[in-house]
């Protein structure tokens, strides 16, 4: 006797999309490399058998994952890319304006993140790191009272060399990617958080005491004190008190 299964309707799927699943998985795969020049227009019409329009369609969705771009003054087809944070970053953004990811979601990852780069980074960290690390907190401190931009800048900076200095490409690049997202939330939501100089000052001096556990190779020290630091940066974006109250024992 024959078990009942529960099967979703089959989806006819475009030529398009056919074309732009083999070349996805070609330059996953590294059949194409980095780098590389894809064919031409005519030469892809040519080996898909499709028209010139199913093709610059399909290329289209693949430079808007990420995968390609087209360089003017080249011949040929268009360059494969490096994977980057700006692909996931923004995939994170359309899941966060279709409501698909919640805002609690992200800022949870982002302790777990920052908590756990930190906690690397006091461990693998080498002197150049270090030393962007404390330019860019002595450029934070400058410019706390000064300069919203270059302030906004130099934090930046500090951030990706601890995220560098963990050692760990997949969280250097989904620490780039979520951080962008959340930085374009409290940009919108907390317009007047950049001109407060107070907390710029307060963050700055956050960072310096986050730096000098780096330093000291004080790992787990290091890890407390970013945990806590984005729960309070970010904590004000969270609407419901049991994602709060799970966020602060997060952050512990």
């Keep these: 006797?024959?078990?009942?299964?529960?099967?979703?309707?089959?989806?006819?799927?475009?030529?398009?999309?056919?074309?732009?699943?083999?070349?996805?998985?070609?330059?996953?795969?590294?059949?194409?490399?980095?780098?590389?020049?894809?064919?031409?227009?005519?030469?892809?019409?040519?080996?898909?058998?499709?028209?010139?329009?199913?093709?610059?369609?399909?290329?289209?969705?693949?430079?808007?994952?990420?995968?390609?771009?087209?360089?003017?003054?080249?011949?040929?087809?268009?360059?494969?890319?490096?994977?980057?944070?700006?692909?996931?970053?923004?995939?994170?953004?359309?899941l966060v304006g279709t409501d698909a990811l919640d805002v609690a979601a992200l800022v949870e990852y982002r302790v777990v993140l920052e908590g756990t780069t930190s906690r690397l980074a006091a461990v693998r960290h080498n002197e150049e790191q270090l030393g962007r690390m404390q330019a860019a907190i002595e450029q934070m401190e400058r410019d706390a009272e000064a300069n919203a931009d270059t302030f906004a800048a130099a934090d930046i900076e500090f951030h990706e060399a601890i995220w560098e200095a963990s050692g760990n490409e997949m969280l250097r690049l989904t620490g780039e990617a979520v951080s962008g997202v959340l930085r374009g939330i409290i940009q919108r939501d907390v317009e007047n958080?950049?001109?407060?100089?107070?907390?710029?000052?307060?963050?700055?001096?956050?960072?310096?005491?986050?730096?000098e556990a780096i330093a000291e190779r004080e790992a787990s020290l290091a890890s407390q004190i970013a945990r806590r630091a984005v729960a309070d940066r970010f904590g004000l974006l969270i609407e419901s008190d049991v994602d709060r109250q799970a966020l602060a024992a997060l952050a512990e």
Excluded at 81 to 92: I, N, Q
């Design 193 to 211: 958080e950049q001109h407060d100089n107070q907390l710029k000052l307060e963050s700055a001096a956050i960072d310096r005491r986050l730096f």
């Design 1 to 94: 006797m024959t078990t009942p299964h529960s099967f979703e309707p089959a989806v006819p799927v475009h030529t398009y999309q056919r074309i732009v699943d083999q070349i996805e998985q070609a330059i996953i795969s590294g059949e194409i490399p980095v780098g590389s020049q894809l064919s031409s227009e005519r030469d892809l019409m040519v080996q898909f058998g499709v028209s010139r329009p199913t093709v610059r369609e399909a290329l289209r969705i693949l430079q808007s994952m990420g995968l390609l771009e087209s360089r003017p003054g080249t011949r040929g087809g268009p360059v494969v890319l490096a994977p980057s944070s700006k692909t996931l970053s923004r995939s994170l953004r359309a």
